[in-house]
């Protein structure tokens, strides 16, 4: 029954996040809520794994949560829930793209996949944000100091200028940015 959830699970997830990797990040937080099989704050530690390792976001995330829920089975079926519905509208769309890819409605309707697959990658930095750099029961509880996450935040900032700002750095490939984020993380015990 377990292998049928996941597969089911992920199946949605793939067919409905549209927009990438980071667009089923609301749907693996509605995951945890729903099932139990991972907090909020393991999401983010699985986020970071997957971003950390070679493959698709998406895809990773789906196998992490499977192995974590059910093992070596449950990765392979919870990968095949997240990719099945990709590669059956990949297929539908080349049998019919040859003869509708110059039809106002379809031009349309890809037109229209933009601002909701915007919305769900703006979710999930904001999801992000919140989870990692901001505390939210501290600032309901009106303790400033403890709400955010500092040390994060100061990382985050000078990761910013670096890519964005300081040209000798800004051609750096984001792996130099994420190793170094990792190597500061283990030296300063970010997050524990």
């Known amino acids: 029954m377990i292998y049928l959830q996941l597969f089911w699970e992920f199946f949605k997830t793939g067919l409905f996040a549209v927009g990438g990797g980071m667009a089923t990040l609301p749907f693996l937080s509605d995951i945890a809520e729903s ?36 093992g070596i089975p449950g990765a392979l079926i919870a990968t095949l829930g997240e990719i099945t519905p990709c590669v059956g509208v990949i297929l539908i769309v080349a049998m019919v793209l040859k003869n509708f890819r110059h039809n106002r409605y379809v031009e ?26 901001i505390h939210p029961a501290m600032l309901t509880a009106g303790n400033l100091s403890a709400a955010f996450d500092w040390p994060g935040i100061v990382l985050a900032a000078v990761l910013l200028v670096l890519t964005n700002w300081v040209k000798p750095t800004q051609k750096l490939h984001p792996i130099v940015f994420i190793a170094a984020s990792a190597v500061i993380g283990v030296a300063l015990g970010f997050g524990g």
């Open 35 to 70: 099932t139990g099989w991972y907090t909020q704050a393991q999401l983010m530690d699985m986020l970071a794994v997957s971003e950390s390792t070679p493959g698709p976001i998406g895809i990773n995330m789906a196998t992490y949560v499977g192995f974590t829920v059910a």
């Open 108 to 133: 349309s309707a890809f037109y229209g996949l933009r601002p909701a697959s915007s919305g769900l990658i703006a979710a999930a930095g904001i999801g992000v944000v919140t989870e990692v750099l």
